[in-house]
């Protein structure tokens, strides 16, 4: 072997402990293994910078990239700490037996880990999932800022970090085509006493107003929806809005507070008078 045989000559000509040779190349070997850990990661980078897709695909393209990073990270550092335990008279062949053994016994008790992984490994290879989408799954919403291939963090609307287990992705609802259009109707709860003719006229006005003034909140003019639910104090009149993901929760906002207003404005006594109103969504 080449490399035993420079740790001999090492050892002869330099008159260097052999153990002392032995870490020397051990040395060379692991700065090797880095050097050339670098250069691969820049040309994966330039191989990955090259594709210009829509957006989706290279957000895909950057996860790729990270995993691909990590796994040939691991790679050069398994091989090379295989070299180094030979160079110390370690024999690398029952390593990996014992290392293969010891792998199967651990199988059995990591089959959560195992299942993250491939789990990781198909949400990959599908690129249903990918980086800056904003998706909604196992219970939560927001936005995916790491894939993993054994999780996945996402950062919700309050700036909360969640991190799910790539095993608990089961379905998976991606707003990434549908963001940029977006249903949020709004529900307002009107007293009985007041007709749905008149809740309409000055309802309607209110909002085509805030649509006029306002309309980079919507996509499309406010319309009415109908009545949804009455009982003896109130009924509930929707409006249907149509809006970008972004800002969806702003048009809502919006569009409470000019109805709001515009009630107050024309029947300031009817809305003072003590009533029970609808909760929306009942």
Not at 204 to 210: C, E, T
Not at 257 to 275: F, G, I, W
Request: hydrophobic letters at 45%.
């Amino acid at each position: 072997m080449k490399l035993e045989n420079l740790i001999l000559w090492m050892e002869e000509s330099l008159h260097l402990p052999r153990i002392l040779g032995t870490l020397l190349v051990s040395g060379v070997l692991i700065l090797l293994a880095r050097m050339i850990r670098e250069i691969l990661w820049r040309l994966l980078s330039q191989v990955f910078s090259k594709k210009s897709t829509w957006r989706g695909t290279n957000e895909r393209d950057r996860t790729i990239l990270s995993i691909a990073r990590s796994a040939l990270t691991f790679l050069l550092y398994f091989f090379t700490a295989m070299i180094i335990l030979d160079l110390f008279g370690i024999n690398t062949a029952s390593v990996l037996t014992a290392a293969g053994i010891g792998g199967i016994a651990l199988a059995f008790g990591a089959q959560r880990i195992i299942a993250d992984l491939f789990s990781g490994l198909f949400i990959l290879v599908d690129g249903d999932l990918n980086v800056g989408d904003w998706v909604e799954f196992a219970g939560k919403e927001g936005e995916v800022v790491e894939i993993g291939l054994r999780r996945t963090k996402i950062v919700q609307y309050t700036g909360v970090l969640i991190i799910v287990p790539n095993s608990e992705i089961k379905t998976v609802i991606n707003y990434r085509t549908t963001r940029n259009r977006v249903r949020c109707d709004v529900t307002i709860a009107i007293p009985i006493g007041l007709s749905p003719d008149n809740a309409r006229a000055i309802l309607q006005s209110a909002v085509l107003d805030l649509h006029r003034d306002q309309g980079e909140f919507f996509l499309e003019e406010p319309t009415y929806m109908g009545i949804d639910q009455v009982d003896a104090f109130a009924y509930l009149y929707r409006i249907g809005l149509v809006s970008d993901y972004d800002h969806r929760f702003a048009a809502q906002r919006k569009v409470r507070e000019v109805c709001l207003k515009a009630l107050q404005d024309n029947y300031p006594d009817l809305l003072s008078r003590p009533s029970i109103p609808l909760k929306e969504g009942e």
